[in-house]
């Protein structure tokens, strides 16, 4: 199963954050644990030092009285071997304070020197008059003590401790961490492995949904269809709705567009008519006006249809039969100037994401300017542009270049603005080029005009591939 890669994915800030959660869980709970388990071992400890202490309590009670005056008797009862090794970590201290140079009774383990107080180390005494802490022993020992202050009266007042090697505390608790460390390992690279499987299949279905948008995109399809979760099904509703009104509104506009043309139409007609057949300098001025008019009013609707089409989701075409047919339409239309054009497709899967007729008006029309222009040759190159990023939109590119006279780059300036023409030798009305440079923007691309490689004029249109 592989994990999300992505920075920028859903899954991988869900997998991050589940990461994140998952180690500062397990970091508090193993502190926690970690720490009772050191409480732990350190109570168990001091049951067993206890146990050693009230045995010398009970012996020093039971021989206190068969001491010499000011001496210490040696207690009873006390035999584990582990006092009587010497620097073996376990030592206990008998101390008599009721007399004027205190008496002092060691375990054969320990050597000169002795045991320091807990008192004088700064440890509170517990109820029962009892201390427990950290010491520093003999043999750079760390060392665990308890001690007790006994009171027999005539008999004496006595602080007895009694020590252990606190290194059996630090061995159980690194044993127990590093266990502590495998087992959460393991327990977090499984909830890990499962977040990753909860993450993947619980966000297929937004994958679907990305796929069916695509084909959507694409043409395949025209809306999103399939089964979906119920938390996710108002979404496929809602989009749905969303390309179907859509739809209903460029139908709406076509309709709009069409009626405005009827109804401009013939009125433009008629006076086109009156003024054809009438000499006068005011007929003139008319027909002038309204040949003007014509070509506006065409321009503008040409726009607003254009708008329409853009605007529709889920239409493509391929490019290279369009531009293959444009080349030999081409080819018959100035057959006369016995023109060779050369086309070169990189790419038979290259599709345009837009309306087919839109795309032949663009192409078209490039082609024919440059075959107006050429001496003899005209080349047509068709390729896609690689993506920028993983994300981002992919473009294709038209190249058209011929063996012209070329243009100036102030002349193209001019030639790119709307009913523009440099040589009104050739035929046309000036709104081609402007119609390129228009379509290519709403499509979200560009136009280009350079020098071409041949000598004459090269047009680069870019437009979004499907």
Not at 315 to 339: F, Y
Request: proline share 5%.
């Amino acid at each position: 199963m592989n994990l999300p890669r992505a920075p920028g994915s859903l899954a991988f800030r869900l997998f991050l954050s589940a990461v994140v959660v998952t180690a500062l869980i397990l970091l508090v709970v193993g502190v926690v644990l970690s720490s009772m388990y050191r409480a732990g071992a350190e109570r168990a400890f001091d049951r067993r030092l206890d146990i050693y202490l009230k045995t010398i309590v009970g012996g020093l009670a039971s021989t206190a009285g068969t001491a010499g005056a000011g001496a210490v008797a040696e207690p009873q009862g006390l035999t584990d071997p582990l006092f009587v090794f010497p620097f073996s970590g376990w030592y206990w201290q008998m101390t008599r304070l009721d007399v004027a140079k205190p008496a002092i009774r060691r375990s054969r383990s320990l050597p000169e020197g002795g045991l320091p107080t807990l008192e004088s180390l700064g440890v509170e005494e517990r109820p029962g008059g009892v201390r427990e802490g950290y010491a520093p022993g003999p043999d750079n020992q760390n060392l665990r003590l308890v001690e007790r202050l006994l009171d027999l009266g005539q008999d004496g007042r006595y602080l007895i401790t009694v020590a252990g090697d606190a290194s059996e505390i630090e061995e159980e608790i690194t044993n127990f961490n590093l266990a502590l460390v495998g087992t959460f390992g393991v327990l977090g690279l499984a909830f890990l492995l499962t977040v990753v499987f909860q993450v993947r299949f619980g966000l297929k279905p937004l994958g679907r949904i990305s796929e069916a948008l695509a084909a959507v995109r694409s043409g395949k399809a025209e809306r999103l269809e399939g089964k979906y979760p119920e938390e996710i099904a108002p979404l496929v509703s809602e989009v749905n709705a969303l390309i179907d009104a859509n739809k209903e509104i460029v139908e709406r506009s076509r309709t709009h567009v069409g009626n405005l043309a009827h109804a401009l139409k013939t009125p433009l007609s008629v006076l086109l008519n009156e003024a054809g057949t009438r000499d006068d300098p005011l007929a003139v001025r008319v027909r002038d006006q309204a040949e003007i008019m014509r070509d506006q009013v065409g321009h503008h609707l040409e726009r607003a249809r254009m708008a329409a089409r853009v605007s529709l989701v889920g239409t493509v075409c391929e490019i290279g039969p369009i531009v293959t047919g444009l080349a030999r339409t081409m080819e018959k239309i100035h057959r006369t100037k016995d023109l060779a054009i050369d086309l070169e497709v990189a790419n038979e899967d290259i599709r345009f994401r837009g309306e087919r007729h839109d795309l032949e008006e663009m192409i078209g029309n490039l082609i024919d300017n440059a075959c107006k222009w050429a001496a003899g040759r005209v080349q047509v190159k068709v390729s896609l542009d690689p993506p920028r990023g993983p994300s981002e939109r992919v473009f294709f590119r038209v190249m058209i270049d011929d063996d012209g006279p070329g243009l100036t780059p102030g002349k193209r300036a001019e030639v790119g603005r709307r009913g523009r023409r440099l040589d009104e030798s050739k035929p046309g009305s000036g709104l081609g080029l402007s119609i390129v440079h228009e379509l290519a923007a709403l499509y979200g691309g560009r136009f280009e005009m350079n020098t071409a490689p041949l000598g004459g004029l090269r047009t680069e249109l870019v437009l979004p591939a499907a």
